[in-house]
C-alpha cells in the first residue's frame, strides 16, 4: 500500500479516536501500531513492542518530572497558595490594577514553584476570584486572570513541557530552563497589558456592580506574621534553588527539583500540615502525573516511528521547498499548525508526537533546537486558555463556577496577543532565548 495513502488513513483514524474521547496515549499507540502494520506487517512489532517502551521511559532525565510534580503537590497542599495571595491583596492595598497585575505575577511564580498550570490556575480561581470580583472586575476578566497566571507554567521553569521537549531532542533541560526566563517574563508583561486593556474598558459596567454591592464575598482569608514569613521565606528559597542553583551549575536540574520536594516537605511540616492524608494525597497525584506522561511518551514513541517510516518528515519538506529559503515564513506556518493542535490536544502529547515530525524541518532549516524548544514551550502555554481544550479555563470554571465561554473569549485574546507579540519578537531576535543559557557556568 503507498505510503500517502497510509498516512491518510491514520491521519483520519487519529481524528477520529481523538473525537470519539479516547486518551490521547491510547491514540497514539492504536495508530502508531496500525500504520506500522499497513507499512511494514506484522513482522516489525515484536521488536518495537518489547524492551523498547521501556528503554524509552528509562531515562534519567525524566526522574525530574516526578521530582517537580511531587514538590508541586506539597505545596499546593500546605495551602502556601492561599498565604501568597493574602500578601498580594494586603500589597495591593484596594486598588484595582494593582491586585490584577499581583494576580498575575503570582500566577506566574507559582507556576515556576508547582510546575503545573492546572493546579495553578484552580488555586487562583478559588483565592484570586472573589477579591478581583470584589474589587470591580467582571466574572469573565476575573476568570482569565486566573487562568492566564496558571499557564505560565507552560514557559516558566519548571516546565514539564520543557523537560520533555528536552528528552525528545536531547537539549540540555537545564539551559531550557534558563532561556525560558526572559521569553517567561515578555509574555506575563503581555498578558498584564491586555488585562489592564480590559480593565479599563470594562469599567463602567465595573462601577455598576460594585453599587450593587460585593460579589461572592468571603471571611478573610487570615495568616500570622510568623506564617507569612515562612510562606516568602520558602518561595524565594525554592525560586533560588531551581533558576539560581541551575545557572550557576551548582545543580543539575534533577538534583533542584529533589531539593526543592525536599524543602516544600519540610515547610508542610514547619506548618503543621503533614499527617497520613497529606503524604497519601501528595503521592498517589504524583504518579497519576508521572504516570501519564510515560504513557504518552511511549504511544509517542510508537507514533514516531510509523511517522518515521512513512517518511512524513520529507514529504513535509518537499511540501515547504517553495518558502524554505524564508526561514521565518516556516517558522510562522509552523507556529501557527501547533498553536491549532495544542488547541485540541493536551500540551505533552503534541509535543511527543509532533517532534519527530519537526525535528527534521528545524535541521534543514539550521534553527537552535534550544530557541525552538523555548518558542514550543509559549505556544503550549497559550494552548492553555484557548478553546477547545484549555484545561487552564476548564480549571478556573470548575472551582469558581463561572462559564467557560466568556472567559476563553477573553483568553483567545491574551493568547493571540502573546502569539503575535512574543513569538514574532523571538523571530526577530533569537538572542532573547540564547543569551542567558550562552553565559550559563
Request: glycine share 10%; proline share 5%; hydrophobic share 55%.
Amino acid at each position: 500500500m503507498s505510503s500517502v495513502i497510509v498516512i491518510g488513513i491514520i491521519l483520519t483514524m487519529l481524528v477520529l479516536f481523538l473525537i470519539s474521547g479516547l486518551y490521547i496515549h491510547s491514540v497514539l499507540f492504536a495508530s502508531g501500531v496500525i500504520g506500522l502494520i499497513l507499512l511494514e506487517g506484522f513482522s516489525t512489532l515484536p521488536g518495537l513492542l518489547g524492551n523498547e517502551p521501556f528503554n524509552r521511559v528509562a531515562s534519567y532525565t525524566l526522574t525530574t518530572i516526578p521530582l517537580y510534580v511531587l514538590m508541586a503537590q506539597f505545596i499546593l497542599h500546605s495551602d502556601i497558595v492561599k498565604d501568597i495571595f493574602h500578601i498580594v491583596h494586603k500589597m495591593s492595598r484596594g486598588k484595582n490594577s494593582i491586585l490584577g497585575i499581583l494576580t498575575m505575577c503570582i500566577g506566574g511564580v507559582l507556576g515556576a514553584v508547582s510546575g503545573s498550570g492546572t493546579a495553578t490556575a484552580a488555586s487562583l480561581g478559588q483565592v484570586a476570584i472573589p477579591e478581583l470580583r470584589k474589587h470591580g472586575y467582571s466574572a469573565p476578566l476575573a476568570g482569565a486572570i486566573a487562568a492566564a497566571g496558571g499557564s505560565l507554567s507552560g514557559i516558566i521553569p519548571p516546565s514539564i513541557i520543557l523537560i520533555l521537549y528536552g528528552v525528545a531532542t536531547e537539549t540540555p533541560v537545564g539551559k531550557l530552563f534558563i532561556g525560558a526566563i526572559i521569553p517567561g517574563i515578555m509574555v506575563m508583561i503581555v498578558f498584564i497589558l491586555v488585562m489592564l486593556v480590559y480593565l479599563k474598558l470594562q469599567k463602567k459596567e465595573m462601577t455598576a456592580e460594585i453599587e450593587a454591592g460585593p460579589i461572592n464575598e468571603q471571611a478573610p482569608h487570615t495568616v500570622s506574621p510568623i506564617r507569612l514569613f515562612i510562606v516568602s521565606f520558602v518561595a524565594m528559597l525554592i525560586m533560588m534553588i531551581i533558576f539560581g542553583g541551575i545557572y550557576s551549575g551548582v545543580f543539575t536540574p534533577t538534583e533542584a527539583g529533589a531539593v526543592g520536594a525536599f524543602v516544600g516537605l519540610v515547610t508542610a511540616f514547619v506548618l503543621g500540615k503533614v499527617n497520613a492524608r497529606f503524604i497519601k494525597v501528595s503521592i498517589v497525584e504524583t504518579l497519576k502525573l508521572t504516570g501519564m506522561v510515560m504513557l504518552i511518551m511511549i504511544g509517542a514513541q510508537i507514533f514516531g516511528r510509523f511517522v518515521s517510516l512513512s517518511l512524513l518528515p520529507r514529504k513535509l519538506l518537499s511540501f515547504l521547498e517553495p518558502i524554505m529559503d524564508t526561514p521565518a515564513l516556516v517558522l510562522i506556518v509552523i507556529s501557527l499548525v501547533l498553536f491549532v493542535l495544542f488547541m485540541f490536544i493536551e500540551g505533552a502529547a503534541v509535543i511527543l508526537m509532533s517532534i519527530p515530525v519537526l525535528l527534521p524541518i528545524m535541521t534543514a532549516l539550521q534553527v537552535d533546537l534550544l530557541w525552538f524548544g523555548v518558542f514550543v514551550g509559549i505556544l503550549c502555554t497559550i494552548g492553555l486558555i484557548t478553546p477547545p481544550v484549555g484545561l487552564s479555563v476548564y480549571a478556573v470554571s470548575g472551582v469558581s463556577k463561572i462559564r467557560l465561554e466568556p472567559i476563553f473569549k477573553i483568553g483567545m485574546v491574551f493568547a493571540l496577543a502573546v502569539l503575535v507579540i512574543v513569538c514574532g519578537l523571538m523571530i526577530a531576535f533569537p538572542s532573547i532565548v540564547t543569551f542567558l543559557p550562552d553565559s550559563m557556568k
